[in-house]
């Protein structure tokens, strides 16, 4: 991880999601992980957001 211009060890989560391609499409799971993530690395956000 790249912190004030500098790598550095940190820990890691790892984030999956389980559901049926026959309802949902790849494409629209992943942007929901991709904001989930955001959501988790900055929490203040989900106070900013409406």
């Known amino acids: 991880v790249v912190i004030d211009g500098q790598v550095q060890v940190r820990p890691m ?3 999956a999601l389980s ?3 026959r309802q949902i499409d ?3 799971s992943v ?3 991709v904001k989930i ?3 988790i ?3 203040t ?3 900013l957001e409406q």
């Open 41 to 43: 690395e900055t929490p």
């Open 45 to 47: 956000r989900l106070m």
């Open 19 to 21: 559901y049926d391609h």
């Open 13 to 15: 989560m790892y984030l």
């Open 31 to 33: 942007t929901f992980l």
């Open 37 to 39: 993530k955001e959501l």
């Open 26 to 28: 790849g494409r629209e």
